[in-house]
């Protein structure tokens, strides 16, 4: 036959057609907004690094749990910046602090709306590290794994007390999880789901975060205890080990430069699957298109997609409210 009897052009020839055969689907309750809240501030305070992304008061909390909860996202993570830090980040643990108040706040504007709470001491120490410091044998500072576990516990109530849906430890310490399990099921809160950051890379994407939570490192870097970007085997163990110690949920972060981690750890787990869309990420788009190189809501969309379509049931990325009113 000189013509083609197979012509997958059939399915792409309306919008409809191509609709109907997706394959890959993006939608608002498939996003989670990251949130800052600031005890330092009394009105939004802009990221120079991050256009469009504010630090903000706790007053604000209200208003963005209603805002989150009318886009239909499928929820808000929370981190803080505390009045004032230490060596020993106890600011992660103080109730009156700015996460406990704003998820306080959030559960009382939205109750449908499922609202996480980020756990680690980096937003928290004055040296910006995600762990407590000793000195070893030689005498050098380094993160000490078990006792960053007690004060990550620690914080882990406080959040659930406050009302937090889901725990998200990000400090990459070993056996969090079962120590935040534990925490919580001795204090009744069983119902308190654990988001782990299972697969958590040493990456240069932070950069931008690291302004909006004011929490570079004084000193070295993450290396130590984050993942070697080289690395993927040792991917699956760490989500392995999580999901022993009882996640509920698991995460690659960051999402983009890691897609192909993404799609063997969902070949690997049955757990929900989400990733982070970092803000290095989020800084490349909006760059570019402030550039005039590409176009912002198309190349979003893609992106996301992408990482859907790699394998994540959930995406958090600051990019959220903008696409669910593109998606609306």
Do not use: W
């Amino acid at each position: 036959m000189s013509f083609p009897t197979v012509r997958p052009r059939r399915l792409r020839r309306t919008p409809a057609i191509r609709s109907l055969v997706r394959e890959t689907t993006l939608a608002p309750g498939n996003l989670v907004l990251p949130l800052f809240f600031s005890a330092r501030i009394d009105s939004p305070k802009p990221i120079g690094t991050m256009p469009g992304i504010f630090q903000l008061p706790v007053h604000a909390a209200a208003e963005h749990a209603r805002m989150a909860q009318s886009l239909g996202l499928g929820g808000v993570i929370l981190f803080g910046l505390p009045a004032t830090k230490d060596a020993n980040g106890s600011g992660a643990c103080d109730p009156e602090g700015p996460v406990p108040r704003a998820i306080a706040a959030m559960k009382d504007a939205a109750p449908e709306l499922v609202v996480m709470a980020d756990v680690c001491v980096d937003e928290y120490t004055d040296h910006g590290h995600c762990g407590i410091l000793r000195p070893n044998a030689r005498g050098e500072l380094e993160v000490d794994n078990d006792a960053t576990l007690e004060v990550l516990a620690r914080a882990s109530l406080v959040y659930a007390r406050a009302g937090a849906d889901v725990i998200a430890p990000s400090d990459m310490m070993d056996g969090r999880v079962g120590a935040i399990r534990e925490a919580l099921d001795e204090e009744g809160y069983t119902q308190t789901a654990i988001l782990s950051y299972a697969v958590k890379y040493a990456s240069a994407y932070y950069g931008p975060f690291r302004d909006a939570a004011d929490c570079a490192p004084q000193f070295g870097d993450r290396a130590g205890y984050q993942m070697d970007p080289g690395n993927a085997r040792e991917a699956l163990r760490e989500a392995r080990l999580d999901e022993e110690e009882g996640a509920d949920m698991l995460m690659v972060k960051p999402a983009l430069a890691y897609l192909d981690i993404l799609a063997r750890l969902r070949e690997a787990t049955t757990l929900p699957l989400g990733a982070y869309n970092v803000s290095g990420e989020y800084a490349m788009i909006k760059a570019a298109a402030a550039a005039g190189m590409l176009d912002e809501k198309r190349a979003t969309i893609e992106l996301l997609t992408s990482i859907r379509r790699a394998g994540a049931d959930f995406i958090l990325t600051y990019h959220a409210n903008d696409v669910a009113k593109l998606l609306g």
